[in-house]
Structure formats: structure tokens, C-alpha cells
């Protein structure tokens, strides 16, 4: 950074913001939790077939990975905004498990209707909007980034 840039502070995240970003934090270990619990069978039912792994293992992969970005946007509020670009990524990366119950006909989660699995897929999009908004990570990725002093030594 030149003498002449100077660097904006982010302003301080809205009270709604704060709070949506709080009910994703919840969602993702509530949604963790039942990937090892109750709800186990019926998310193997999303994974799909041509994925090379087993079945279980990626759901209970995937739930650990859900509890520790709910777990890290609730207790590490400083880096909210990596937090949020993680579970964008997220919700990015099981998109082809929602594709595949629509595509399938996939029964789970109460979903047993074309309808039905159709509006589960358009809710994803409307997950990563929710997790780069509420925490601040589309801001981030919009801002410029600075250099670094070192980078011309």
C-alpha cells in the first residue's frame, strides 16, 4: 500500500446481519448434528452415485464440516467473513447431492414431489446468498485487495 491509499475500515455489521449470520451459524450445526444422528439415512440418499466414496463417509464428513463452519461462525465473530465464504462454498459443493434427489426422484426430507425437490433446489442459490451476505464475505470479495509492502522487494 502506497502512501497515498489508505485503507477503509469495514463498517461494523448491521444488528440484522449479525443475527442472520447467528441463524446460519445455528442452521450449520443443527444440520451437522442430524447428519450424524437422526436424519443419516436420508442424507446418503442425496450423495450421489458416481461419487467414489462411501456413502456414510461422506455424510458424516460432510455433518463434521457443517458443525465446525456453524460452530465457527457463532464463536469466532472476527473472522465471520472466511466463515461465510466456507459455507458459500458449502452449499456450492452439495448442489449436485440436491440435483441428484431431483433428478433421481429421490424421496427424503419429506420431499416426494417434483414440486417439491424443485423448490429445494432453488432454495440452494438463495443458502449462498444468505452465507456471503449475512457475513460479510461478499463485501470482502468485492473489496480490492491491498498489496502487501514485501510483494515488490
Given at each position: 500500500m502506497t502512501r497515498h491509499q489508505?485503507?477503509?475500515?469495514?463498517?461494523?455489521?448491521?444488528p440484522v446481519r449479525r443475527i442472520a449470520a447467528g441463524l446460519l451459524g445455528?442452521?450449520?450445526v443443527f444440520a451437522g448434528a442430524s447428519h450424524l444422528t437422526f436424519a443419516r439415512e436420508e442424507f446418503a440418499e442425496l450423495v450421489p452415485d458416481w461419487v467414489p466414496l462411501d456413502q456414510d463417509n461422506v455424510v458424516v464428513q460432510s455433518g463434521i464440516v457443517e458443525i465446525a463452519l456453524g460452530t465457527g461462525l457463532l464463536a469466532l465473530p472476527a473472522s465471520r467473513a472466511r466463515w461465510g465464504m466456507a459455507a458459500?462454498?458449502?452449499?456450492?459443493?452439495?448442489?449436485?447431492?440436491n440435483l441428484h434427489q431431483f433428478l433421481q426422484?429421490?424421496?427424503?426430507?419429506?420431499?416426494?414431489?417434483d414440486a417439491g425437490r424443485l423448490t429445494r433446489?432453488?432454495?440452494q442459490p438463495l443458502l449462498v446468498l444468505w452465507a456471503l451476505w449475512s457475513t460479510g464475505a461478499w463485501r470482502e470479495l468485492r473489496s480490492p485487495r491491498p498489496l502487501h509492502r514485501d510483494a515488490r522487494r
Open positions: 489508505r485503507s477503509v475500515p469495514a463498517s461494523p455489521p448491521s445455528a442452521f450449520l458459500a462454498v458449502l452449499f456450492v459443493a452439495v448442489f449436485p447431492g426422484r429421490r424421496d427424503a426430507f419429506g420431499l416426494d414431489s433446489l432453488a432454495l
